[in-house]
């Protein structure tokens, strides 16, 4: 009963602690359990306030029985990502960079949330500041996959998206600067949503970049996502429209043939095909549709984001380099190699492919296409930064909304997902089509326990020439700004 129950979707917990038939308090006791017999493996938490949880959830059990609170989110356990403060839980950023032992005060999300009446169970693991990678190197080992310990859980989301694949909350925090919400939320099985660019506020929080990064909910339905939404935004109505299902909505499916170096699984486009046949038989109008190149996207955010990120942290690379982890180091340092001319041609070529996905809009109410190349790679045998087509990024450089949702496994049985894309401010539509899918393809995917069990591969960690590393790093950057003066290729 306790893992039934620690696996229930948010509006389904919802109904039954408003009927009666489960607390605040078994809830949260459900969520412990899960986390007491599985996180010793999977390490997708940081920090557990079990006592401030369960005081809280007796708090929402005397609201509940006086019914003086009917949103969806109270007495609901949640997670939230260690680069957001949380009032007296500790923001270790996943770093060993000096900060205050506890926070003063809630981030806005966090704030958000705990309004609501969720209860903030803890502090889930990240990459290093947002922008590391999977280490071996720092005080904490690193997240790992709910569905096989030898794979990636994704990042930098990574703990977010592993403790709510595992049943260890109901819904999550989690942040996205090139894909970190979607990646992980793909590769675990659940479902993540990078909202329209500046919707969730990020006050109170750790920046990976100036202006790349977004702030949203990863849970285990689509309908889950928008509650969450809701409750991270003044005045949110997500959750109000999700019936209203995709009947005639022009939805065209991305053509990527003509992409180089993507290498797509068969297996994914074969998950996009299934959700482009399950949205035509909900009514949906599909045609297919190109993009811009995917590698002027990545340059964007390469040249782009790696400057800003190392603007960010510049001070603390100055006093305190030795305290990164070396993989966070070298991704930042590279950015101080980036002239200021290229970061301009950046931003130019960020304005003009926004303005072409504001013409592809203007004939298609929403977009298809695969969240990552593959399922879930070998854990730290994928790397982020290595200039491969990302299917992420291009929608952190124009802000429109993007949700990934499970759709089916793989052959070795890893989950695989689609993405689904609506214009800036419809983040409610993109729900909606979500939702509308998943009452097409059936029940959602979920890690089962013996999962939890398989064995994990040994970690091994490589001695690095990081000078080396970081020239190497440099070239991939100074290719992509390279790209962007040739700014004819964006049409």
């Known amino acids: 009963m306790a893992d039934e129950t620690a696996f229930l979707s948010i509006a389904e917990a919802a109904l039954r602690l ?20 599985h996180d010793a493996r999977l390490n997708a938490w940081l920090y557990l306030d079990r006592a401030g949880a369960l005081a809280a959830a007796e708090a929402a059990a005397h609201e ?34 000096p900060r205050e032992p506890r926070a003063a005060a809630d981030a806005a999300v966090s704030a958000s949330l705990r309004a609501n009446g969720a209860i903030l169970l803890g502090k889930l693991a990240a990459w290093e500041c947002g922008v590391g990678g999977v280490s071996f190197t720092l005080p904490w080992p690193p997240t790992r996959n709910p569905w096989a310990l030898d794979r990636d859980p994704g990042g930098s989301s990574s703990g977010s998206a592993a403790a709510v694949a595992a049943g260890m909350c109901f819904g999550a925090v989690g942040s996205d600067t090139g894909g970190s919400i979607r990646e992980p939320a793909s590769w675990c099985g659940v479902v993540g949503l990078k909202p329209t660019l500046g919707l969730v506020s990020g006050e109170g929080g750790l920046a990976a970049s100036l202006g790349f990064d977004h702030i949203g909910p990863m849970a285990r339905t689509s309908e889950d996502c928008a509650l969450m939404l809701d409750a991270m935004t003044a005045g949110g109505s997500a959750a109000a429209t999700l019936s209203a299902g995709v009947q005639g909505l022009r939805i065209g499916v991305v053509d990527l043939s003509g992409e180089e170096r ?15 046949e399950a949205l035509a038989r909900a009514g949906a109008r599909l045609a297919p549709v190109s993009l811009p190149r995917l590698e002027i996207f990545n340059a964007v955010v390469a040249v782009a984001a790696a400057a800003e990120g190392y603007t960010l942290h510049r001070r603390s690379l100055a006093e305190s380099s030795h305290l990164y982890d070396p993989l966070t180091r070298r991704r930042l ?54 200039g491969h087509p990302s299917l992420c990024r291009p929608w952190n450089v124009t802000g429109h909304p993007a949700l990934s949702l499970p759709c089916g496994l793989s052959h070795a049985g890893l989950p695989l997902a689609v993405q689904i894309i609506a214009r800036p401010g419809n983040d409610a539509l993109a729900l909606g089509a979500g939702h509308a899918l998943e009452m097409q393809l059936g029940p959602r995917t979920r890690a089962h326990d013996p999962t939890l069990f398989a064995p994990a591969a040994l970690a091994i960690v490589a001695i690095v020439d990081e000078e080396a590393a970081i020239d190497e790093l440099a070239r991939l950057t100074e290719f992509s700004a390279a790209l962007l003066r040739g700014a004819a290729a964006i049409q």
């Open 64 to 97: 509940l029985r006086a019914g003086r609170n009917s949103n969806p989110l109270l007495g609901v356990p949640v997670g939230i990502k260690d680069l957001f403060d949380v009032a007296g839980m500790p923001t270790t950023w996943n770093s060993r960079l």
């Open 262 to 276: 993507l290498d797509l699984a068969p297996e994914v486009a074969g998950a996009v095909e299934t959700a482009a």
């Open 333 to 386: 340092r590279v950015g101080a190699r980036i002239q200021a001319p290229d970061y301009i041609d950046a931003l130019v070529a960020r304005q003009r492919l926004t303005r072409s996905l504001a013409g592809i809009f203007a004939d298609h109410d929403l977009l298809l296409m695969p969240t990552t190349r593959t399922s879930a790679p070998i854990l730290g045998g994928f790397d982020s930064h290595s």
């Open 18 to 37: 408003r009927s009666g038939e489960l607390s605040p308090v078994e809830l949260v006791e459900a969520s412990l359990a899960q986390i007491d017999a």
